[in-house]
C-alpha cells in the first residue's frame, strides 16, 4: 500500500470538545469522556462502534489504558505514541494504514487536561520531568523552559533576519481578533499592537502575550474509512496527507535555530496531497508562542526563510487578511491544556465544514493543520480537504 492510495481514503466524521477555560470540579480524564462521547455523537455513531484509539498525556505514559478503561471499549488498534503537542496531529498516518488494512473500523483520537485547575502543581510536574525525560545539555542551567528555548529561536531569528517584536505582536494581534469572533475563546478582550509590545516582558524577546494561555480542556475527533463516511451524520473531511519528522530533543541540539523539521514533514505532506501551500485556504498552526507562527510559515512554505515577519504585517493572517491563521484564537487565545494539537485539528474540521459562524473562512476546502512538541522537537503536518478536493 502507498501514501498516495492512502490520500482521501480516511475522512474525520466527528468532532466534540470539553471543559474549555476552567474545568472546576473534573478530572482531566472526565472531560476527556466528555469529549469522546461528544465527537462521536457528532459522527452519528456509539462508543460500540469505536474499534481503535489514539491518545497521549504529558503526565501519565500508560494513559491510553485507563482511557479504555473508562469509555468500556476494547479496540484491535492502539496507538499511544507521546510527541507532545504534535501527538494528536501524528496519530492520523497510523491510524489512517489500520483503517485501511481492515484492522478496525473507527477510530477515536483524544485528548483531556485540567492542568489550570488540578491541585497536581505544574512546577511539580516538571521536577519529575528532569528525571523522566533528561535533557543533559539544558537542564543543570534550569531555563524556564520551555518559555526560555522559544526566546532563543525567537531572538535568533530577529538577530539573522532583522525580524522586530512588532512581527512577533502582528502574530499575537491576529490571534486576538479570530478570538473576538469566538464565542469559544478565554482570551476576547480587544487589544491592541502598543499593548502588546508594553507587555510585561517573561523571557526577552517574548512578554506574556507572545505565550499562550494556560488552561483546562478536552478535545476528540474521529476517523473512518471514506466509503463509510459518506453515510454518516456529517460531510467528511478527507485526511488528503499527513508526516510527522523529529530531529531534536533539546533545543541546543538543533542544527539551525530558525529552521524546524517542519521543512520534512510539511513537503512529505504536501506531496501526499499532491499539494502546495498556495492550495490552503485555512492553515491552523501550534502557536504555543508567536515565534511558531513566524517559523511554521517559513518551513510550509508560505514564504521564504526569514520573510515571515514581512508576511504577516498589517493584519495579514487576521480575518480579511491574505491567509486566515488560527481562525480559533488558537493557542494565544483560544484554549492551551497543555498539549493544543488536537484543537487545531477540531477547528480545521469545523471551518471545512463551514460551522465556524463569524469566523468561518468562506469558500475553504483545504486546509493545513500543524502541530508541534516539546522545544520545537516533534513536528507534524496533516492536509484535510472537502470532498471537492478528491
Request: with cysteine; net charge negative.
Amino acid at each position: 500500500m502507498t501514501l498516495d492510495a492512502l490520500r482521501g481514503a480516511v475522512a474525520v466524521v466527528g468532532v466534540g470538545h470539553a471543559g474549555l477555560g476552567q474545568a472546576n470540579g473534573f478530572t482531566e480524564m472526565e472531560i476527556l469522556v466528555q469529549a469522546a462521547h461528544r465527537a462521536v455523537s457528532d459522527a452519528g455513531l456509539t462508543l460500540q462502534d469505536i474499534d481503535g484509539i489514539c491518545t497521549a498525556s504529558v503526565t501519565a505514559p500508560m494513559w491510553v489504558m485507563p482511557v479504555i478503561e473508562h469509555l468500556g471499549i476494547r479496540p484491535t488498534f492502539i496507538d499511544s505514541t507521546m510527541l507532545g503537542g504534535s501527538s494528536f496531529v501524528a496519530h492520523l498516518l497510523p491510524a489512517m494504514h489500520a483503517l485501511a488494512t481492515g484492522q478496525c473500523n473507527a477510530v477515536l483520537v483524544c485528548y483531556g487536561s485540567t492542568q489550570r485547575t488540578s491541585s497536581l502543581n505544574r512546577a511539580e510536574i516538571a521536577r519529575v520531568r528532569k528525571s523522566f525525560d533528561p535533557q543533559p545539555y539544558e537542564a543543570p542551567y534550569e531555563p524556564l523552559n520551555p518559555l526560555s528555548s522559544y526566546a532563543m529561536a525567537a531572538a535568533r531569528h530577529m538577530h539573522q533576519y532583522g525580524t522586530r517584536r512588532e512581527d512577533l505582536a502582528e502574530v499575537a494581534l491576529a490571534a486576538n481578533k479570530w478570538a473576538q469572533l469566538n464565542p469559544e475563546a478565554q482570551q476576547r478582550t480587544p487589544t491592541t499592537l502598543d499593548e502588546i509590545l508594553s507587555a510585561r516582558m517573561i523571557s526577552d524577546p517574548l512578554s506574556v502575550r507572545d505565550c499562550c494561555l494556560v488552561t483546562d480542556g478536552a478535545g476528540a475527533f474521529v476517523l473512518t474509512r471514506a466509503d463509510r463516511a459518506r453515510d454518516l451524520a456529517r460531510p467528511p473531511v478527507y485526511v488528503l496527507g499527513n508526516a510527522t519528522a523529529v530531529w531534536n530533543r533539546q533545543i541546543s541540539s538543533m542544527d539551525d535555530l530558525t529552521v524546524t523539521a517542519a521543512t520534512q514533514s510539511g513537503a512529505a505532506a504536501f506531496r501526499m496531497a499532491g499539494m502546495s501551500a498556495a492550495d490552503v485556504d485555512v492553515a491552523e498552526m501550534y502557536d504555543a508562542f508567536t515565534i511558531n507562527t513566524l517559523l511554521f510559515l517559513e518551513d510550509l512554505g508560505f514564504c521564504k526563510k526569514g520573510e515571515a515577519g514581512d508576511f504577516v504585517r498589517g493584519g495579514a493572517i487576521a480575518p480579511g487578511g491574505r491567509l486566515p491563521v488560527n481562525t480559533n484564537g488558537g493557542g494565544l487565545c483560544c484554549i492551551h491544556p497543555g498539549m493544543y494539537g488536537v484543537f487545531i485539528m477540531i477547528e480545521a474540521v469545523r471551518q471545512l465544514r463551514g460551522e465556524c459562524g463569524a469566523r468561518q473562512v468562506d469558500g475553504a476546502d483545504v486546509a493545513l493543520v500543524h502541530g508541534n512538541g516539546g522545544t520545537l522537537s516533534s513536528q507534524s503536518t496533516a492536509i484535510l480537504g472537502t470532498a471537492a478536493t478528491l
